[in-house]
């Protein structure tokens, strides 16, 4: 493994996703937002207002029948490392409130609700569009509060969220494995939901840095490819596609 700033070994957090596999059925979206607590609202097609920290995608390369082709892609927080993974991230690097932050030891971009004052600052910096504010205070249909997941804060109005890479499973993971004397978790202790619900397997999570991990070898394949690449976000979703045109569009 490769060695973290601290002279700590590092973990990079991270996901392939093969869109040769993706049939766009939505179950990571479904997944994410049962997973996360996201509220839906009345009316889902205001997409500047509806909330999904991971949405996918329709591409098409354009052409008229019989030559026309598409694709779907899914599209969480890319938790973008900045040049030299030094975690300069745009959003984190215009946060007046250091409300979201870099862990050095996960590459794990994090939202820390109660420090958001909701300046949106974030949102304007992000190249991605994924972070989303909230306009409303959450609501539920009744009884469904009961269904809510115990380890992911429920957000109030009026600050900014975004994909998490479920990091509360990763603390879970980790609080368990210290328990059970362990200083590492294994590949299957930390999943994301849209990668466990994904019914193609279009969607692999893991250590980018550990050979150990599934993603290691995967984003090594010729034909992966990172969205907005020339920006040196450095982000850690890998998209995978054996046709030019996705990659060209990527
Ligand atoms: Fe921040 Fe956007 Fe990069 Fe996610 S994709 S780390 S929200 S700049």
Known sequence: MEKGHNNTTAKRYGMVIDLDKCTGCGGCMVACMQENNVPFKKDETDKTKSITWLRVYKLTNGKPYPHNDICYLPRPCQHC???????????????????????MDTGIVSQIYTRCFGCRYCMAAC??????????DPVWPKGMEKYLSPNVSVR??????????????YQLAVDRAFYEGRKEIEEHEYQTACAQACPSKA??????NNPKHAVYELKQNPNAFRLLERLHTNTKVYYVSSRSWVRMAG
Not at 156 to 169: A, L, N, P, Q, T
Not at 203 to 208: A, E, M, P, S
């Open 203 to 208: 969607i692999t999570f893991g250590d980018l």
């Open 127 to 136: 190249p991605y569009h994924v972070r989303y504010f909230n306009w409303w």
């Open 81 to 103: 490392s900045g040049v030299g993974d030094h975690g300069h991230s745009p959003c984190v690097s215009v946060c007046p409130a250091t409300a979201t932050d870099y862990g």
């Open 156 to 169: 109030m109005r009026g600050i900014v969220e975004k994909c998490s890479f479920c990091f509360h499973r």
